[in-house]
C-alpha cells in the first residue's frame, strides 16, 4: 500500500511530535522596549511599529498593554506571541478577579508566572519569540523585571530589550538615580529612544510613553521625537571613508 | 405530596410507574434543607441574597461564600449540598472561561445558563452519577441587559424576574411577589432582599445566620460584586427594624 509520507524535518529526534508547528523564527516584530523605575513607580515607552523582516509594515502596534491593577507589559519580538501571552494573562487575572476577596495579582507574581511561561516553552522547544518588561507597583513597592524567550529572568532599575540593552542602559546606568521626578524620567526615556530612533533600523518616529503608580496605570497617545539631521558626519557622510 | 418511591427510586435511570424519577426528586429535597437563596431582578441589574445558617459560632464570619463569581459579569448562588455547588460552579467557571476564549467576548447569560444546566441535567442521565443536590441562581449583565436564571437538579432552567430556593422558598416568592421589580433600582433592591431574608429566617429551628449578598448592576459597572459593606450594613440595620415593627404589631 503507498502511504503519502509526511514531510519529516531531518532534525526529528521526537518521531511524531517533530510534525507539530514549532517557532523556528519571527515574521513581526517589534523592536525594543525601555523602562525604569521613578519616584512614584515605574515610566516605560516603546515605538509603535511591526516589522515584516526588514519592511516596516505595520506602524500602530501597541506593544505596552495593562495588566490586571498594578502592571504594565511591554514587549517586543514576534507580535503574534505578545497576543497570545495577553491572552494568557487575561485568564491568569480572570480568575483572580474572581476570588472577590481584596487580594489581586502584584507585578512580582506576573512577571513570576511569565518567567515560568517563557521558561517552559524553551525547554519544549517550542518558544515565545518576545522579550518582555513586566513593571508594576503594589502596596508602595516599585517593581521592574524583565524574561527573555529562553527565560532568563531578573529585575533592576532599569530595564530595556533588544537593542536598548546595547544603547539605552549605558545612558541609563549613567544618568538614573533613585527618585527620579516624573519630567526627569521622561526625558531620560525618550533620550533613550531617540538613540534607538537614529540608529536602530527597525525603530519608527512614533512612540507611546506608559507610566504606572499606585493610583494606576496610564498609557500616552503616540507622538514624535524632535530629531537633528544637520549633523556634520550626516551632512557628508562619506568625508573621512577609505577610498573616497 | 411525598410518597415513598418503594424499588423506583434505588437508580436515576428507573421511572416509577407514575412516570417520576424520584433520585431527582430526593435530590431537591436536599435542596429544600438549605438556607434559602433568592435572586432578584431589578431594572438596573440583579440582586442575591443567600441566607448562610452558620452551624458553628467560631466559624469565621465572611468566610463560606456562597455567591461566586463565574465571569466578570455573572456568578451563581448555590442551595444545598455545598461540595456539589463547588462542582457546578467550577464547571460554569469553565464553560465561560471557555467561550471567552473561542468567541471573544463575555458567555452571554442565557447561554451560560444552558450550559449549566445541561451539566446538571448530564448527572440525572447514568446510573453510575448522582444527580447534584443542590439549585443555583444564576445572575449575570451581559448585552442584553441584567438577566436571572434558576436552574434545579433535575436540569430545568428558567428565566426569572424573582426566585427563590431552600427553606424558606415559599414564604420568600410571596414576598418577592409583592415586589414592583421593573420599578425598582438595585439599591433599593438590596434593601428588599435583606427584608425578605430576615422575614423568612425561622428563628425557633435555626439560631444564628449570617446574610451574604451579592450584585450586578450599572453601579457596580455590569460586574459581580460582594454588595459593599456599608450598604449591606445598613440593609441589615433597615430589615431588623422592619421585623421589630411587625413584631410589635
Known amino acids: 500500500m503507498q502511504f503519502m509520507a509526511s514531510k519529516q524535518p531531518e532534525n526529528s529526534l521526537l518521531g511524531p511530535e517533530s510534525d507539530s508547528q514549532r517557532t523556528l523564527y519571527p515574521y513581526v516584530t517589534g523592536t525594543s522596549v525601555v523602562a525604569l523605575k521613578y519616584k512614584d513607580g515605574i515610566l516605560m515607552a516603546a515605538d ?51 476570588w472577590d476577596d481584596g487580594n489581586s495579582l502584584g507585578p512580582k507574581e506576573v ?63 549613567q544618568e538614573w538615580h533613585e527618585n527620579l521626578s516624573f ?62 | 405530596m411525598s410518597s415513598i418511591g418503594t424499588g423506583y427510586d434505588l437508580s436515576v435511570t428507573t421511572f416509577s410507574p407514575d412516570g417520576r424519577v424520584f433520585q431527582i426528586e430526593y435530590a431537591a429535597k436536599a435542596v429544600d434543607n438549605s438556607g434559602t437563596v433568592i435572586g432578584i431582578k431589578c431594572k438596573d441589574g440583579i440582586v442575591m441574597g443567600v441566607e448562610k445558617l452558620i452551624a458553628s459560632k ?29 462542582q457546578i460552579v467550577a464547571r460554569a467557571k469553565s464553560e465561560a472561561t471557555n467561550y471567552q476564549s473561542v ?54 432552567s428558567y428565566r426569572y424576574f424573582g426566585a427563590a430556593i431552600g427553606k424558606g422558598k415559599q414564604a420568600a416568592k410571596t414576598e418577592i411577589e409583592k415586589l414592583k421589580l421593573s420599578e425598582m433600582t438595585c439599591r433599593e433592591g438590596v434593601f428588599e432582599v435583606a427584608k425578605i431574608i430576615y422575614k423568612v429566617h425561622d428563628e425557633a429551628k435555626d439560631k444564628a445566620f449570617e446574610l451574604e449578598m451579592s450584585w450586578v448592576c450599572d453601579e457596580s459597572k455590569q460586574q459581580l460584586r460582594k454588595v459593599p459593606d456599608d450598604l449591606l450594613e445598613e440593609s441589615k440595620a433597615a430589615a431588623r427594624t422592619a421585623l421589630e415593627e411587625m413584631d410589635a404589631d
Not at chain 1, 510613553?209 to 498609557?219: F, M, P, R, Y
Not at chain 1, 530629531?227 to 568625508?239: G, H, I, K, L, V
Not at chain 2, 463575555?106 to 448527572?123: M, W
Request: charged share 20%; hydrophobic share 35%.
Open chain 1, 183 to 244: 519630567e526627569d524620567g521622561v526625558r531620560l526615556l525618550e533620550k533613550c529612544m531617540r538613540v534607538l530612533l537614529y540608529r536602530d533600523r527597525s525603530a519608527i518616529n512614533k512612540l507611546q510613553i506608559a507610566k504606572i503608580t499606585e493610583e494606576g496605570s496610564t498609557i500616552s497617545q503616540p507622538y514624535s521625537l524632535k530629531t537633528y539631521w544637520e549633523f556634520s558626519a550626516f551632512a557628508n557622510p562619506a568625508q573621512g571613508a577609505v577610498g573616497s
Open chain 1, 48 to 98: 509603535m511599529g511591526g516589522s515584516y523582516g526588514s519592511t516596516l509594515r505595520y506602524k500602530s502596534v501597541e506593544r505596552m498593554k495593562p495588566i490586571g491593577k498594578h502592571s504594565l507589559l511591554g514587549a517586543s519580538g514576534e507580535i503574534s506571541d505578545f497576543q497570545e501571552i495577553l491572552h494568557y494573562l487575561d485568564e491568569l487575572i480572570l480568575y483572580d478577579n474572581m
Open chain 1, 111 to 173: 512577571h513570576n508566572y511569565l518567567t515560568r511561561v517563557m521558561y517552559n516553552r524553551r525547554n519544549k522547544f517550542n518558544p515565545l519569540w518576545n522579550s518582555l518588561v513586566l513593571g508594576g507597583v503594589k502596596n508602595g513597592q516599585k517593581y521592574l523585571g524583565t524574561v527573555s524567550m529562553i527565560g532568563v529572568n531578573f529585575e533592576d532599575n532599569h530595564v530595556a530589550t533588544g537593542f536598548g540593552n546595547h544603547l539605552a542602559r549605558p545612558i541609563l546606568r
Open chain 2, 103 to 156: 468567541y471573544g467576548e463575555p458567555i452571554p447569560v442565557k447561554e451560560l445558563a444552558e450550559r449549566v444546566a445541561s451539566y446538571v441535567h448530564l448527572c440525572t442521565l447514568y446510573w453510575w452519577l448522582r444527580p447534584f443536590g443542590c439549585g443555583i441562581i444564576l445572575g449575570g449583565y451581559d448585552r442584553d441587559g441584567p438577566q436571572l436564571y434558576m436552574v434545579e437538579p433535575s436540569g430545568i
Open chain 2, 58 to 86: 467560631m466559624m469565621l464570619p465572611g468566610s463560606n461564600r456562597r455567591i461566586h463569581s463565574v465571569h466578570r459579569h455573572s456568578g451563581m448562588a448555590v442551595a444545598g449540598l455545598a461540595a456539589d455547588g463547588r
